[in-house]
């Protein structure tokens, strides 16, 4: 149980609260949880909501389409640390945050959604824009609930915001009646929490800790691999100590980039289908993985069977389900990555193991991220690279789902955690220009970057009017290849290059970005890749640069469907670029 | 190998619908599922037969333990427990044959609930496997409709502590 407040409230007499609607009741609760922001969109049966929200203290960004607003309320939780908070009417409202509260799902991010809901005595009838709102997110929501008495309205919003962000977090939606928003009730003390059902072990058991440390401490070729969960419980200080203090090799997955800084010698980078050779390797050979907020995801291990065949594992994660999902560990340790990353370096011995670094520079000598820099045309990394440097790997960057995010993670050198968003379980495409808007918001001076691709971003650019309404100073940089280019490199790799329905006539996007009244800009040559990064920098309007890239580059190394992961495809390519 | 699970949730709508999902999104097997009250009105039973190995039933302990409404877990795998089943079940009984089935119905302990002219209908409360040597006794006189619940356990008093999270 959790005490929500200080005060001790039980004494506090109830008659002196007021007798409020449920509209206002939802709007104080908000506040009461600290919603400073939210995102949503209009719609019959939530009018009474949104006339309490007319005049409340809470600033309120709409998108174009519901889908949009939930990646905006993503992108606020995940470069805040925040709950986002999305509103939608009943039906194609509720309906439409399917694929944002898929991607908050699998990529853990806490959300809560209020959906208005048709009247309670109307509900099963397909009244009109009826949709059985909590059947429909079950699956993808960490917990859902619909309120059918007006009694139950203000502790089931306490309880999704405390849901959703504690343990592994995730979104949490709320299914509102329009009778329940109108009906009258007393507002209610805050208390205790109490789900009997939910009660997240923050605490790893000391005796696995300790068991895990002297695991670290025996090891010769032990592997760190950090994933998300590091960031989502602001663990990468302790991240960073232990991985100093043990003396340690880090990899990261894509969603735990940031969390280690990648210009340390001892950051192997990122793993997995797209990872870095030496990261690949070094998983292959190592005597020890310690897993911390990760789990074993198949776009990570390749085929499981001969994953890290030599090793032991520790898992280090919130979530229970997670630890011997995929990987038989011998070593599991539930508990929060702080907790437990600040227990396990107080127990943990420097050891110098001269022969695993010295094989993992050899490694990265070998086989460093490469590609044809000398081409004239201008190279979708060369561009991501310059947008590094021009940043100094200060910016936060959001992606959408491709070639050009598994370039963007490869070519950036992630330094700071909460400073890269993408959508890595599901991989929805359109993800980046609303989570960036969501960032924007949430962090006003920092600059933030969409670096999409243009089917990507085909499918949410309608938000750039959003951008441009709240003059929210984004930039987008278009890796404009005009294919859905990973699925044309798969096309190319594995169907003999019949590229079935993988290209698109796309619009002039600098022209669209005019019509919207943002700034727009195209970048035809190599020789104006960097002042068009200047240019865009300094623009103080949402601004996008359209970068007509090398059409047919591929992502590499890659890591074939079905094989190992030190059986990487494209080194070779490597060598002719050396 | 099939696993009981013993579960109880918070005795809310949508909750038998989260369980059931989630078996099916996960691939889950299910044999049987039994919902009913308990003597706490806040709380139902769900008794899950479920088939799979080990490392099948410790993820689907798992993940019924991740859904929010899920308040405690029992595996009696391996525990001493009481596990049974009901039947009712629609026995032809021509008049030759009724003495037979009565005393089949004697021997394993059943109950007749009701009688036709050409059936009886026999309540059978028993473990699975003494249930379906039932079945088989009675198949050749003719089975004219049977229906079952779900398996039902509880641990052996001495034991009831095994198990829980």
Not at chain 1, 526 to 531: D, G, M, R, T
Not at chain 2, 75 to 92: H, Q
Request: aromatic content about 6%; charged content about 25%.
């Amino acid at each position: 149980m959790k005490k929500l407040s200080s005060a001790d409230n039980s004494t506090q007499s109830t008659s002196t609260l007021p007798i409020k609607s449920g509209a206002e009741i939802i709007v104080a609760t908000l506040i009461e949880q600290g919603v400073e922001t939210m995102f949503g969109y209009p719609g019959g049966v939530a009018l009474p909501l949104f006339d309490k929200l007319y005049d409340a203290p809470i600033n309120f960004i709409i998108p174009r389409h519901e889908q949009g607003g939930c990646h905006m309320a993503d992108g606020y939780a995940r470069a805040s640390g925040k709950t986002g908070v999305v509103l939608t009417t009943s039906g194609p409202g509720a309906c439409n945050l399917v694929t944002g509260l898929a991607t908050a799902m699998m990529d853990s991010v806490p959300l809560v959604a209020l959906t208005a809901q048709v009247r309670t005595d109307l509900i099963g009838n397909d009244a009109f824009q009826e949709a059985d709102t909590t059947g429909i997110t079950r699956p993808i929501t960490k917990h859902n609930m619909i309120i059918k008495d007006i009694k139950d309205l203000q502790r089931s919003i306490r309880e999704a915001f405390y849901i959703a962000s504690t343990g592994r977090p995730g979104p949490v939606l709320i299914d509102i009646p329009v009778d329940i928003e109108v009906a009258k009730y007393q507002m209610q003390p805050l208390g205790e929490i109490n789900l009997p059902g939910y009660k997240p072990q923050e605490k790893g058991h000391h005796r696995q800790i300790k068991m895990a440390a002297e695991m670290i401490n025996k090891s010769e070729r032990p592997v760190l691999y950090a994933g998300g969960g590091v960031i989502t419980d602001n663990a990468s200080e302790e991240l960073r100590e232990f991985a100093k203090k043990a003396n340690l090799p880090v990899t990261m997955t894509l969603l735990g980039l940031g969390c280690f800084d990648q210009r340390q010698p001892h950051s192997l980078d990122m793993l997995g289908m797209h990872g870095t050779a030496y990261a690949n390797f070094a998983v292959q050979e190592c005597d020890l993985m310690i897993a911390v907020g990760a789990r074993f995801d198949d776009r990570v291990t390749g085929k499981l069977k001969t994953f890290a065949p030599n090793a032991k594992f520790i898992h280090i994660d919130i979530d229970p389900s997670s630890i011997s999902k995929n990987i038989n560990v011998n070593i599991p340790v539930v508990g929060s990555a702080k907790y437990t990353l600040g227990e396990l370096t107080k127990e943990v011995e420097y050891k110098e193991r001269k022969a695993w670094f010295d094989k993992i520079a050899d490694w990265k000598k070998r086989y460093p991220l490469r590609y044809d820099a000398k081409s004239t045309n201008i190279k979708p990394q060369y561009v991501i690279e310059q947008i590094c440097e021009a940043t100094k790997s200060e910016a936060i960057i959001v992606t959408g789902v491709g070639q050009h995010q598994m370039w963007t993670a490869q070519f950036y050198k992630h330094i700071k955690p909460r400073h890269f968003l993408t959508s890595g379980g599901l991989g929805t495409m359109g993800y980046g220009l609303p989570a960036a808007i969501g960032a924007q918001i949430a962090m006003p001076g920092a600059t933030v970057i969409d670096i999409d691709g243009d089917s990507s971003f085909n499918m949410t650019m309608n938000e750039l009017c959003t951008a441009v309404q709240y003059e929210l100073p984004i930039k987008v940089c278009i890796i404009n290849n005009g294919y859905m280019g990973m699925v044309r490199q798969w096309q190319q790799l594995f169907y003999g290059k019949r590229y079935s329905k993988s290209s698109l006539r796309n619009p002039e996007f600098a022209a669209v970005a005019q019509a919207f009244g943002a700034v727009g800009i195209t970048v035809e040559k190599k020789s104006e890749v960097k002042s068009a990064i200047a240019k865009m920098l300094a623009e103080k309007r949402p601004c996008l640069v359209d970068f007509k890239v090398e059409r047919e580059e591929n992502v590499w190394p890659m890591v074939a469907t079905g094989k190992s992961l030190h059986e990487m495809d494209g080194l070779d390519i490597f060598d002719s670029m050396a | 190998m099939k696993h009981i699970i013993s579960t109880l949730v918070q005795n809310k709508p949508g909750v038998l619908a989260h369980v059931a999902g989630m078996f099916a999104a996960r691939a889950f097997n299910i044999d049987s599922l039994a919902v009913g009250r308990t003597d706490d009105p806040g709380l139902s039973r769900m008794t899950i037969v479920v088939i799979g190995d080990d490392k099948v039933v410790e993820q689907v302990r798992k993940q019924l333990a991740k859904i929010i409404d899920v308040v405690k877990i029992q595996d009696f795998s391996g525990k001493e427990v009481i596990a049974r089943d009901l039947m009712l079940m629609n026995v032809c009984t021509p008049p030759e044959k009724r003495a037979e089935v009565l005393a089949l119905v004697e021997m394993f302990k059943a109950k007749v609930v009701d009688i036709g002219q050409k059936f009886v209908m026999v309540e059978f409360s028993a473990s699975e496997d003494k249930i379906e040597s039932f079945i088989d006794a009675c198949r050749p006189y003719g089975i004219k409709n049977m229906v079952r619940t779900g398996t039902v356990a509880m641990a052996r008093l001495s034991q009831a502590t095994g198990g829980e999270e």
